[in-house]
């Protein structure tokens, strides 16, 4: 029996129409928050952890898979998996739930900050709030920090074996992963031990094409197609109320975090002390009483605080 609550919305792609999967979770016609979630190719499953804190504050919110992943259609032509594309379908979404200046907040993580950014640059008019979770606003220098600071807390061995696999392209080899998921993984991507099940679900489901076509092979580092994505010199169009949130063990930069918010007009600041990349799972003690805080204040037409302590 199909949930009453999920609803799969037709979208317009240049190659035909497709289905795409959603699911509200409870009810504010002042308060709708749209999760994109990270990959490219993730799921929802990765924001899982929203249900035990914002439907108590009468948050209402839409899990959606995007094209391509879990329960969402799957096409298999590669001229899908652009910004662009991406960017229209979050529009068409948006329509088809009928989310508004007056009511619409866009959350994206990881890969869906990177979505989320770029829909706001084209259609800021249509938002009420932005949050960029755990995500900076250049591939370049996410690399960088991946080679530069983030490698040299592995140990010297197992960096020079990871580097080998990655200079023959052997990622499909199992020890890539096998030496990155306690060595790089469990620090930076999820800290939580073991690892809630809705984490493992969300990366048993990751549709691995398209992730490492437009990410590359793994989260250490960015070197697909998105690899030279740069919007350091836009964050200054951004008018609206948002909110950057990072953490101290993240795989992105706390520091270029607390840039982005001064660089935008109406920017907030949530640096999770104890949380990396799924900071919303390793973090839940500061991530959600900043991120709730935020959208309460918005929602009040209050400024929110230009840093937020937790």
């Known amino acids: 029996m199909t949930d009453s609550n999920e609803k799969m919305i037709p979208i317009e792609t240049p190659i035909g129409k497709f289905n795409i999967w959603t ?8 308060i709708k928050l749209l999760l994109l979630h990270g990959g490219p190719g993730g799921t929802h499953e990765f924001f899982k952890s929203f249900e035990n804190y914002l439907p108590t504050e009468g948050i209402e919110f839409y899990y ?24 229209d379908e979050v529009e068409q979404v948006r329509k088809a739930l009928g989310l508004n200046q007056d009511n619409f907040y866009l959350l994206g993580h990881s890969w869906g900050g990177i979505l989320a950014l770029e829909y706001a640059l084209l259609y800021q008019n249509n938002l009420k709030g932005l949050i960029i979770s755990n995500m900076m606003s250049s591939a370049p220098d996410y690399a960088k920090y991946a080679e530069n600071i983030l490698a040299k807390g592995i140990d010297p061995e ?15 080899n199992p020890k890539y992963m096998e030496l990155l998921l306690p060595n790089f993984y469990v620090k930076h991507v999820c800290r939580s031990q073991p690892w809630p099940e ?30 030279k994505w740069d919007r350091k010199a836009d964050l200054s169009k951004l008018q609206i109320p948002t909110l950057m949130i990072g953490a ?23 640096i999770c002390p104890n949380g990396s990349h799924c900071s919303m799972w390793d973090d839940q003690e500061h991530y959600f009483p900043g991120l709730i805080q935020f959208i309460k204040s918005v929602d009040k037409g209050e400024r929110p605080e230009s840093v937020i302590l937790t």
């Not at 699911?23 to 002042?30: Q, V």
């Not at 969402?72 to 899908?80: D, G, I, M, Q």
Request: glycine share 8%; hydrophobic share 35%.
């Open 248 to 270: 101290t063990f993240d795989t992105m930069d706390p520091e270029h975090m607390k840039w982005m918010a001064t660089e935008v007009k109406q920017g907030s600041i949530l």
């Open 158 to 172: 197992v960096l020079k074996a990871i580097r080998e696999l990655e200079a023959n392209n052997d990622y499909q």
């Open 198 to 227: 809705e984490i493992n679900c969300a990366f048993a489901h990751i549709n691995n094409e398209i992730y490492t076509l437009m990410q590359g092979p793994s989260e250490f580092g960015i070197s697909g197609l998105l690899g």
């Open 23 to 30: 699911k509200r979770i409870g009810n504010n016609p002042r």
């Open 64 to 87: 959606y898979d995007q094209l391509g992943s879990f329960s969402s259609e799957n096409p298999k032509e590669t001229s899908l998996w652009t910004i662009e594309r991406f960017v």
